[in-house]
Each structure stands twice: as C-alpha cells, then as structure tokens.
C-alpha cells in the first residue's frame, strides 16, 4: 500500500475505500498465483533428484513466480500522466479497473480458482 502512494499518487488516490480491503485481496490474490506460478514452474520431481537440487529447483520456482506476479500486480511503474499509455499498453486506470474486477470475480466465483 505504501508502495502505491509513494510511487503513483494518482493511482493510489483512485482505489476506492476502504484502501486496505483492496490490498488486503490484492495480496492474497497475488500469493494464490504466487504459489499456482511456483507449482508450474517447479514441475514434477525428476528421477533421482538429489534433496539439494531439489531445495534449488523449489527455491528458484518460487523467486521467479514472485518476481513475475510482483511485477504484474504489485510493483508500479509511475506514469507521468494516468492517462498515457505504457508502451502501447491501455491507460493505467484502465489496468486498475482490469485489477479491481478481477479481485469482485474472484470473491463471485471462489469456486472456479
């Protein structure tokens, strides 16, 4: 949460109260991939794996989903002006729309997770 009002005011300005609730599912929304991302990447115990390799295999399965899910909901880059686009991409309150609809699906819809 401090993260988002130190980067992008603006933003932050435009989650709708109560802020922590917001972060609240964010965070355990980001965790839920966080962990499904792991398990993906992980994959499947290979024959004869050693306890250290796959202490390793476990470990790097996991930074690198937090690194990508951090990065695709956490962690903002600022904008000058919130109603650029990144790169091509849709306006930035467009994403945090994208944002806030998926957190209302997923507490519609806890089943389909």
């Not at 609240?24 to 962990?35: D, H, N």
């Not at 306890?51 to 690194?67: I, P």
């Not at 919130?82 to 991409?89: C, K, M, V």
Request: aromatic letters at 6%; glycine letters at 6%; a negative charge.
């Amino acid at each position: 949460m401090s993260h988002w009002q130190k980067v992008d005011p603006a933003r932050y300005a435009e989650i709708p109260d109560p802020k922590e609730a917001f972060f609240q599912q964010l965070g355990e929304r980001a965790e839920l991939e966080i962990q499904q991302l792991e398990d993906a990447i992980a994959g499947s115990d290979p024959p004869n794996e050693d306890y250290l390799a796959k202490v390793g295999r476990l470990t790097a399965a996991r930074q690198a989903a937090q690194e990508r899910v951090l990065g695709e909901l956490i962690l903002l880059i600022p904008y000058p002006d919130s109603t650029q686009t990144p790169e091509g991409g849709p306006p930035v309150k467009t994403i945090l729309q994208d944002v806030l609809e998926a957190i209302e699906q997923a507490d519609q819809d806890p089943d389909d997770q």
